[in-house]
Structure formats: structure tokens, C-alpha cells
């Protein structure tokens, strides 16, 4: 992820004892969400991922993949930036700059909102919902 999530203190306390115990003292805000998002009790990744970043607040764009899906969000600061958009080829792609599809000479669809979640597979990006509903 670029940024921060803050108050990662809620979501350790969250965590299995034996996770807990593995994690340690200082760890950065990747390594407790990371372990946070893989102890969740929740089969379907979708709502898993939806589910997590509801716990989570911050300035951050983050990227998640999952199986055969990539997530892409961004918090609801809205200070971070994540571009999404096309290659030559059709093919969608997600920065956080837009030189990054001008390098490559793609194309800029848009750029995230806050709050906003969408899920990419099958080179296909399907707006999931926000995940901050409340803080639109």
C-alpha cells in the first residue's frame, strides 16, 4: 500500500492470540492489515476485503490480490492517488501517477474515489461499492 493506515493498535487487538504473538512489537501497518485481512473468518474474498477495509482508516491506496482478483482501494482521506485505466493492448491497469500510463502510452479512465473499491479480474474492473458508505 502508499500511505498509512492509522490506529493499527484496533485491528491487532483483533487478531488470534497466536497471531499475536508472531507479530512483532513495531511491526509496520502492511504486516498487522495483511495478518488482520488473512485471519478473517470470512470465505468470501469480496466480503473479506470489503470487511477489512472498513476496519482501517487513513490516507493510503492500497492493492490487494486474492486468488484470481486484484482489489484496488483507497482510503477515505482521499490524499493518496490511484489512477486506473488501459495499455495499448486493452489491458487495465492501476498507479498511483499518471506518467505511469503515459510512459507506456495507455490511457486514463478515471482515478478513484474516496472510499472507493474495485475489484479487477478477468481484465475487467467491476466498481465493488464504497467501503465507506457513511463517509461520502
Known sequence: HNGEFV?????????????????????????????????LDIEDPDERVEYALSQVTGAYSVAIGINDALYVSKGELNIRPLCYGTDQDGNFMVASETVAF?????????????????????NRSIRRRYAYPWRR
Not at 102 to 117: A, K, M, P, S
Open 7 to 39: 490506529a493499527t493498535d484496533t485491528l491487532r487487538e483483533q487478531l488470534p492470540e497466536a497471531i499475536k504473538k508472531i507479530i512483532p512489537q513495531g511491526a509496520s501497518d502492511s504486516v498487522i492489515f495483511s495478518h488482520f485481512l488473512a485471519s
Open 102 to 122: 503515459d510512459r507506456i502510452n495507455g490511457t486514463v479512465d478515471g482515478e478513484l474515489r474516496r472510499g472507493e473499491l474495485r475489484r479487477i479480474a478477468e
